[in-house]
C-alpha cells in the first residue's frame, strides 16, 4: 500500500522550475533515498510534502488523504515529520524543550505524557548530555542532530530527512545510520535525501534520481547507480 | 534512575516567598500610607499592566504593535458609554471596558494580521487613530474634548462606603484607594496569568513561533492560533487597564485616551529598558519608568529626550534590556519556565 503519492506536482519560482510535473508513490514501511546535484529541487520537494511550500499544481495523497491544499501544521498532525536541511532551531528553547514543543503539539498530548518519550529520543540521538543547554548555543553537528530527534518527536508514519550526514566522522556516520535503521525498523516510512551515498545505500531499499527537477530515475539502488543518466550526473563525483 | 523535569530554582523558591511578603505590604499600603503615594502606586501599576501585556504581544508572539492606545481609549470610552448612557455602576463596568477592546481587537486583527514587521506596526497605529477619530465623532461623550463621570455615579460606587468608614476617608481619597486595590488585582492576575500561560505548552508553542514560525508550523504548532490568542488576550487586558485608569481620573477626552505617547511609547520604553521578553523586565523598567519620571517631570521636553536617549543607549548596550543584564550575570530567574530534565542518564554528570 502507499503511504505517499504524488501525482504531476510542480513548482516554479518565477522563471525557475524547480518541480517539474513529479509523479511517484512510496510505499508503507519503505525507505526511499533521493539524489540529485546541488539545486535539483531535493529540498523544495521536501517543502511540497510538507506544505511548507505550495504546489503549483498536481495533486499530493497522504494515506489515501489529499493534502495538497492542507497546512504544514496539519500535515505534522497526520504524520508527516521533517527535518531541515538548514537546521532550523527554536534557538532560546533547551534541546529538551524544543523536543517538547514537537512532542505536545506534534501528538497533542501533555508534557508529562511525553517526557520519558523525549528523554529516550535525546539518548538515542545522543544528546541527552545537551538536554538543557538552549538550542542557539548547540554545534553545527548538534544541530543537525535536534533536528532528527525534534522530527522524532512528533512521532511520524512518515519521516523526510535532508541531508543529515554531511560532515560527520565515519563513527559519527556509523551512529546516524544505526539510528535511521532503527527508526525504520520501527515501522515508520523514511526518506532521505543524502549526498553522502554510502550511507543512503546501506538504508534505502529504493532510490530516486531528481535533475533539474525531474525525476529521472526511480528504482533498486544498484540499478540506479549503474545507469547512463546517474554515471553522467555523477561524473567525477565519488560513488 | 527515572527522568523528571522542573522548572523551580533556589531563587525562584526565596523569590517566591519574598513575592507573597510583598504583596501583603501592598495589600494592607492604603492602612499606612497617605494619598500621594497610593495615586503614584496606582500609577506604577497599571503601567505595569500595560508593559506586561505589550511584552507578551511583542516579545513572546513577536507581534509589535504600537496601537495599543486603541485598547485603553476603547476601553476607557466603554466605561464611561455604560456609565453615562446606562447607569452601571463603574467598577463593574471595568469588565465593559475589556469585553469593548476585545470587540475592536477582531476587526483590528483581522487587518494587522495580512501585514508583516514594521507594516504590522504601522497598521496597528492607523486603526488606533481611525477608532480615536471615531470616538470624538461621539456627541454623547462629549465630542472632541471629552466628558466626566457623573458625579453620583463616583460617589456611590461599589465598595466606597465601605472603604470611607473602614479607613476614615473622604469619597475622593476612598476613590483612589479602591482604584489602586483594584489595579493590584489586575496586576497580580495579569502577571500570575501570563506565568500560567508560559507554562503551559501553549507557552512553549509561543517560544517556538517567536523563534521559528515555519520551524513551528512542521511541529503541529497552530501559529496563527497562538498569534490570535495573545493578541486579543492583550487587548482585552489593555482594555480593562484602559477602563481602570480613567475610572480613576473620572475625566476623558480622545486626545488623552488614544495618547499614542502615553499608552504606547512609555509602555515600549517600559519593556525594553526593563527586559523584553521577560516578566521580571517591565517590573524593573517600570520602577526605572517612575524614578526618572518623578526626577524629571519638571523638565518638559527634556524629560521625553532623556527617556528616548536611554532607550536607545540601553537598546546598544544591553539589547536584553536591565534584567537581561542581570540575570545573564547571575542566572538569575524570579519566574522560571525553563524545563529542566534531571534524573536518568543526567543525573551524574551535567552540563
Ligand atoms: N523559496 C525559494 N524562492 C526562490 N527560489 C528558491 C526557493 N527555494 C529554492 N529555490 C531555488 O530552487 C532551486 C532548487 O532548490 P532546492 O530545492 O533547495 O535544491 P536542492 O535541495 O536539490 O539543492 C534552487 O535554484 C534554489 O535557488
Ligand atoms: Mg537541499
Redesign the pocket.
Known sequence: MSILSLKSVSKS??A?T??DDASFDVLQGQALGII????????????LITGN?RADGGSIHFEGRDVTRASAMERCLIGIGRSF?IPQPFEKLTVYENLLVAATHGRNLSEAIVRDDCADILERTELIRRANVPAGRLSLLERKRLELARAMATQPKLLLL??IAGGLTEGECQALIRTIKDIHARGVTIIW?EHVLHALTSVVERLLV?DF?KVIGLGDPEEIMASREVQEIYLGIEV | MAYSVTTQTPASRIAAIAGVILISLLIALPFFAGRGTIQDMFFILTMLVLAQFWNLLAGYGGLVSIGQQAFVGTGAYALFGVVILWGVDPVPAIFCAGIAALVIAVPTAFFAFRLNGAYFAIGTWVIAEVVRLLVAQWKMLGGGTGTSLPRDATRDMWFIESIESTLGLRSAAARDVLAYWLALVLALATIGGIYWLLRTRRGLALAAVRDNTEAAKSVGVDAGRMKWIVFLTSAFGTGLAGGLIYMQKARISPDAAFSVTDWTAYVIFIVVIGGIGTIEGPIIGVLVFFALQTLLADFGSWYLMTLGVLAVVVMLVAPRGLWGLLSEQTGLHLFPIRRRLTGGKLASSEE
Open positions: 519560482f518565477g525557475l524547480v518541480t540529485g546535484p546541488n539545486g535539483a529541487g531535493k529540498s523544495t520537494l521536501f517543502n511550500v536541511q535532508d541531508e535525501i531528481l527537477g
